[in-house]
């Protein structure tokens, strides 16, 4: 089987009836762009970049340090598109034991991603004149992860030109990016329109979705049963989101473990998905439903899917 999947690895992916569909790659570190590639991987299409910051007992990495990791991704893409997320600390993700400070007393509700770089703005124009930097090697898409104000949408934009002027003053390099939010709250995507008004693209953060959507910490075995990917209110949210984008012309993209959940390509594709972001260890998998499946009949399907009270009851075995 797994030398089956390899042989897709060079294989586009393309859908019976003639349909593109993109699958990029979900990393964690710059090396891992070498699993991604191997895969096959069109791009990345989450680098979480948290992960340069999680387990530095207080010192966190400056300019230059990020500025290498984020060129280092790109140059292992070889040209191919990098999508950087701005650091998501915080609830799951805490910085260290002494930062993780007790008085959040619900984390997943607290100050973490979006509101964390917010908060801190200094630490956040670092990070955005970082990514900026590595935008002048390669293709790079900035993602801002758990927005749910217009405020914070403006604040952000605000910054991002803040540090495009600050490099500019010093005369460093940097390079444009494409601008994407990622749609993780229910708010969000709620508000889908107003997202578009100020972003290029969006990326649908399932794993948080369902976790707000249903109130289910993600993180909380007690409760795992009912974190339901196919809840109707999590189909309506993530179906609403594609139809959206689709309908203005806007890149839109799962990225959450919904995408790299081979029993749920089919049904993300009749909902009109056509990028899909995973773990690499996931891509040939998907290509490989990618690779069978119509579009056109899946429509209709998902339509029945969406409009039922039980959508497992309408999902193949
Ligand atoms: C998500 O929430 O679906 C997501 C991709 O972000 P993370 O898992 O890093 O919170
Ligand atoms: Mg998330």
Redesign the pocket.
């Known amino acids: 089987e797994r030398e089956r999947l390899a042989r897709l690895r060079h294989t586009p992916a393309v859908t019976l009836d003639g349909q593109k569909i993109e699958l990029i790659a979900n990393i964690e570190m710059p090396e891992d762009t070498v699993a991604a590639i191997t895969a096959g991987a069109v791009g990345v299409g ?1 680098f ?1 970049s948290e992960f340069l910051f999680m387990g530095r007992q207080g010192h966190l990495p400056d300019e230059d340090e990020q500025y290498e990791a984020y060129r280092r991704a790109v140059d292992g893409m070889n040209g191919l598109p990098v999508t950087i997320r701005t650091v ?1 600390v915080g609830a799951d993700k805490p910085l260290d034991e002494a930062r993780h400070d007790a008085a959040h007393l619900n984390p997943a509700l607290g100050l973490r991603a979006i509101r964390w770089s917010l908060a801190d703005p200094s630490m956040f124009l670092t990070q955005l004149r970082a990514i900026l930097r590595a935008a002048a090697h390669g293709k790079v898409h900035l993602l801002i ?1 758990m927005l749910a104000h217009g405020s914070e949408i403006r604040q952000t934009l605000a910054l991002i030109d803040q540090a495009r002027q600050e490099l500019d003053r010093r005369g460093v390099a940097h390079g444009p990016v494409r601008l994407g939010a990622m749609i ?1 709250i229910p708010a969000a995507a709620l508000s889908v329109r107003m997202f578009l008004k100020y972003f290029d693209f969006l990326s649908i ?5 369902i976790q707000y959507t249903l109130a289910i910490d993600r993180a909380d075995e007690s409760v795992a049963h009912l974190y339901d990917p196919l809840h109707p209110a999590v189909l309506r949210l993530v179906a609403d989101t594609i139809a959206e984008c689709r309908a203005q012309g806007k890149g839109v993209s799962v ?3 919904m995408a790299g959940d081979v029993t749920m390509t089919r049904l993300l594709l009749g909902l009109g998905l056509r990028s899909f972001s995973m773990h690499p260890s996931q891509i040939l998998s998907v290509k490989h439903q990618v690779l069978r499946s119509d579009t056109a009949k899946l429509a209709l399907w998902a339509e029945q899917v969406l409009a039922s009270d039980d959508p497992a009851s309408l999902m193949p075995r």
């Open positions: 989450l979480r998501d992860p993780e953060g399932t794993n948080d979705l990225c959450g473990e």
